[in-house]
């Protein structure tokens, strides 16, 4: 005799028919937009940001803030710096570090008025001679420079920045010898500027230009770089502003 229970049992409990699971909905992620704004690191920068850059590097170095190496290898960065990101941490530490700025004035601003001229100081006589071992030396500012110009470092650096300088001759040699050093050269961007040298196991580099005004000064570099470079070139931005033919009387 069969004792299992019927299927029609009413005291045999019922098993729910199983429900099917819903699929979650696929919420469609947010993408990019191709104009979205880029963070300020960053920002690709350009070779006036980087001259900017360099131009404090020289500073600290003139005031002894870096040693020849530091300041070697800092420059090197900032010249080959792609965004404002690489260029920060390169003056992070010294006096005159500032915060990069983004902020655009609105197109309806007025425009500031302009500051008052005021009267160029005197420029200086120097040595025409520049010399730099285990150390550096630098010459810059409003100064003198005549026909001839000579500039020597072992084991150091020399910076020579023409881009405030008086011209006193309308043309201007600079012989430079490197020994396990650096030689950098920086004239105004309207000045001609040639230049021939020889590098051993160094580098020996004359950005050449020739000067849209036939009577503008003329800047011939020449020299040897044994184990060290020379690097002479333009600095954009700066113009000579007392021209030789003026202070010669010529008309």
């Given at each position: 005799m069969d004792n299992?229970?019927?299927?029609?049992d009413p005291g045999q409990p019922t098993v729910p028919a199983p429900v099917p699971l819903a699929k979650p909905e696929l919420t469609p992620q947010p993408r990019p937009e191709a104009?979205?704004?880029?963070?300020?690191?960053?920002?690709?920068?350009?070779d006036a940001d980087r001259e900017r850059i360099a131009e404090l590097l020289r500073d600290a170095y003139a005031e002894g803030r870096l040693d020849a190496d530091e300041h070697a290898e800092r420059i090197g960065a900032a010249y080959a710096a792609k965004t404002f990101g690489d260029l920060?941490?390169?003056?992070?530490?010294?006096?005159?570090?500032?915060?990069?700025?983004f902020d655009k004035p609105p197109l309806d601003a007025a425009a500031p008025a302009p500051a008052a001229a005021r009267p160029l100081p005197p420029a200086r006589h120097e040595a025409p001679s520049v010399v730099a071992i285990f150390g550096g030396a630098a010459r810059k500012g409003r100064w003198r420079v005549g026909?001839?110009?000579?500039?020597?470092?072992?084991?150091?650096?020399?910076e020579i920045d023409l881009s405030d300088a008086v011209f006193e001759s309308p043309e201007v040699e600079i012989t430079v010898t490197a020994i396990f050093g650096g030689v950098e050269i920086r004239v105004p961007e309207n000045v001609s500027l040639l230049g021939s040298g020889v590098g051993i196991f160094g580098g020996f580099d004359v950005r050449e230009q020739?000067?849209?005004?036939?009577?503008a000064p003329v800047?011939?570099?020449?020299?040897?770089?044994?184990?060290?470079?020379?690097?002479?070139?333009?600095?954009r931005g700066k113009k000579l502003k007392e021209w030789v033919r003026k202070q010669l009387g010529a008309e």
């Amino acid at each position: 005799m069969d004792n299992s229970p019927s299927q029609d049992d009413p005291g045999q409990p019922t098993v729910p028919a199983p429900v099917p699971l819903a699929k979650p909905e696929l919420t469609p992620q947010p993408r990019p937009e191709a104009n979205a704004p880029v963070a300020q690191a960053e920002m690709r920068v350009s070779d006036a940001d980087r001259e900017r850059i360099a131009e404090l590097l020289r500073d600290a170095y003139a005031e002894g803030r870096l040693d020849a190496d530091e300041h070697a290898e800092r420059i090197g960065a900032a010249y080959a710096a792609k965004t404002f990101g690489d260029l920060v941490p390169l003056t992070r530490d010294l006096p005159a570090h500032r915060s990069v700025s983004f902020d655009k004035p609105p197109l309806d601003a007025a425009a500031p008025a302009p500051a008052a001229a005021r009267p160029l100081p005197p420029a200086r006589h120097e040595a025409p001679s520049v010399v730099a071992i285990f150390g550096g030396a630098a010459r810059k500012g409003r100064w003198r420079v005549g026909s001839h110009l000579t500039a020597f470092t072992a084991f150091g650096g020399v910076e020579i920045d023409l881009s405030d300088a008086v011209f006193e001759s309308p043309e201007v040699e600079i012989t430079v010898t490197a020994i396990f050093g650096g030689v950098e050269i920086r004239v105004p961007e309207n000045v001609s500027l040639l230049g021939s040298g020889v590098g051993i196991f160094g580098g020996f580099d004359v950005r050449e230009q020739t000067a849209a005004d036939p009577y503008a000064p003329v800047v011939r570099v020449k020299g040897v770089a044994l184990f060290g470079g020379c690097n002479a070139k333009p600095r954009r931005g700066k113009k000579l502003k007392e021209w030789v033919r003026k202070q010669l009387g010529a008309e």
